[in-house]
């Protein structure tokens, strides 16, 4: 299988439909098949970009390369 990077923007979006499913009583396994990502990838996003908004997203990207450059 053919490894995928995904941008804040998409994981953030794949989350909320994670949720939008787990509300409906889908389990975390049929809501990782619906989003195409395993199960330890889903709960490492969730971890880290759990209640981020879409422009957080995009600042905390920002800020990661500045910090790299400096």
Do not use: S
Request: proline fraction near 1%; aromatic fraction near 4%; glycine fraction near 4%.
């Amino acid at each position: 299988m053919k490894r995928i990077r995904h941008t804040a923007e998409q994981i953030i979006r794949k989350l909320k439909t994670a949720e939008q499913l787990i509300a409906q009583g889908k389990t975390v396994a049929d809501v990782c098949r619906a989003i195409e990502v395993t199960q330890p990838t889903y709960h490492c996003w969730k971890q880290q970009y759990g209640g981020m908004q879409a422009e957080e997203a995009k600042r905390l990207t920002r800020l990661e390369k500045e910090n790299a450059r400096l």
